[in-house]
């Protein structure tokens, strides 16, 4: 089974790994999406993302549950990637039980628990 996780992953924490980690337990590949620099703009605001679209890739592809990295510029173009490599399971943070989940359409969705109180977001504003 081929699996998708996906979001701006700027500033990465432990919370990020476990989920890529489980994830990645789910099937015989995991698949990244990461938001492009002005997508992360347009959902974040000014001053995100900290790290570039190429660096975050980057990042990603050197961690050893993740077998592949692909950056999108908006919920369709998501989708197309989700139909063209034949993905069948995106995980999501629990966060996102009860809202739309980009995929759902297409692919099964399921949540993983949150790990501890782990925020990219409180991880900026904290410094």
């Known amino acids: 089974m081929k699996i998708w996780t996906n979001g701006c992953f ?14 990645r337990s789910k099937g015989e590949s995991l698949t990244v999406g990461i ?7 347009r959902l974040k605001g000014k001053g995100r993302p900290i790290n ?3 660096d975050r890739a ?9 077998d592949e990295v692909f950056i999108f510029d908006d919920e369709s173009h998501m989708v197309s990637i989700l139909q063209s490599q034949g993905i069948e399971l995106i995980v999501v ?12 359409s297409v692919c099964e969705v399921e949540y993983f628990p949150r790990i501890g ?4 977001t409180n991880i900026i504003s904290s410094k």
């Not at 938001?35 to 703009?41: C, I, L, P, Q």
């Not at 943070?93 to 759902?104: F, L």
């Open 10 to 23: 700027d500033v990465l924490h432990i919370g990020h790994i476990e989920m890529f980690k489980y994830a």
């Open 35 to 41: 938001d492009s620099d002005e997508r992360v703009k």
């Open 52 to 54: 570039n679209e190429e």
């Open 58 to 66: 980057n990042f990603l592809r050197s961690i050893k549950y993740v």
């Open 93 to 104: 943070g629990e966060e996102y039980k009860g809202r739309k989940v980009t995929g759902s």
């Open 117 to 120: 109180e782990y925020s990219t």
